[in-house]
């Protein structure tokens, strides 16, 4: 019964001055909704790059060239010239864990069909190129293993490619000029979207890898081995299998470097999402800046309630009420206060994520956790904030709360 009188006197008290109580709150509400808005383009950052991570395939491995330190000297993965077409070869014959393999090699230029012209990156794959990176041919075909073994001149074109090339017609057996070389069109692939990066997947053309090398970029050597393991669990077996044979193939000393760098998808998005993982933790912070002067602001209001209501405390005391329900009364005022933000604080950070999501196009997870976070640590600053001025308000002494004017 006690509780339920102070429950009823604190919320009297809030209710005489509604305006100073709604701009009390109003820190805690903008605090709140900036939390849940920032967590939610976090997450939403997270999965979008997750989800462009999965989007290059499945159980990817990526042998590059090169390695991180060779003979005492740093050199960047992929900078080195040491895969050949023989060592992709020998990774799909000698590595039990590997399903898949697919030399890469690239090159870049000017692409015209007609009238039309178009700047892009071409790339040698193989044969199971769009298998391992789990894409598909629209349209078309693809090109055989023949085709690769006598570099035929003809390529697949990416979706956007397709588009500025062949606006009005299709490309399907068309011609066009990569570094003046015809290449034969004989199909266009499916819509891939950005990747990672931001880049524009179907800003591409595939061609056999052995017509790249000898027609176009004229370097013999591999710029990547794409590799498909037989299963998620056999990654780990199968990058030490092209690792060790790859070693004993390169004739590398056991007190040797390599001269090559894996990585798989698992390397690939640890280190993509740790960035939008250090951006999440980044804008809750700043966000959470606002919580704590919405905090700053319930103290000071409480302060100024027990400096006004000084006299009331004192009546209060002389008849009857101790300090723990002084207290109490002035803690649940702080306590309500907190909650009431923290509510509306709510409402207004789903809503305002998921209006960012509809009017900027950028993804937004709104987790229970996000949603449990924000609602306690508004309690927390309630409660911390609440406490100095409601045990400065108990520890009054009745007699001189009284004389109080």
Known sequence: MRLTNTLLSAFRALRRNKMRSFLT????????????????????????VEQQISSLGT???????????TGGIRVAAGSATTLTADDALAIQKECPAVALVSPGTRAGGQVIAGSQNWSTGIEGTGADYLEIRKWKVEYGDFYTEQDIKTATKVCVLGKTVADNLFPDASPIDQTVRIRNVPFKVVGVLAKKGQNAMGQ???????????????????????????????????????????????????????YDADD????????????ATATTDILTILLASIASVSLLVGGIGIMNIMLVSVTE????????????????????????????????????????????SRIISHVVKWPTIITAFSIVLSFGFSIGIGIFFGFYPARKAALLNPIEALRYE
């Not at 159980?59 to 330190?69: D, E, K, M, S, Y």
């Not at 056999?208 to 590799?227: C, D, G, H, K």
């Open 200 to 254: 524009d997947q179907d800003d591409i053309i595939l061609s056999p890898y052995t017509t790249v090398s000898r027609r176009l970029s004229w370097f013999t050597n591999l710029r990547q081995i794409l590799v498909s393991a037989t299963s998620s669990e056999n990654i780990p077996i199968a990058q030490n299998q092209v690792a060790e044979l790859l070693r004993m193939r390169h004739k590398i000393a056991s």
């Open 309 to 352: 209501r000084t006299r009331e405390i004192g009546i209060r005391m002389s008849v009857g009420a101790r300090s723990r329900d002084i207290l109490t009364q002035f803690l649940i005022e702080a306590l309500v206060l907190s909650l009431l933000g923290g509510t509306v604080g709510i409402l207004l950070g789903v809503t305002g």
């Open 260 to 271: 090559f760098t894996i990585r798989n998808q698992a390397d690939l998005a640890t280190a």
């Open 59 to 69: 159980n990817v491995i990526v042998v590059l060239p090169g390695t991180q330190q």
């Open 25 to 48: 709150m109003l820190g805690i509400i903008i605090g709140v909704s900036a939390v849940i808005a920032m967590l939610a383009i976090g997450q939403g950052a997270k999965y979008s």
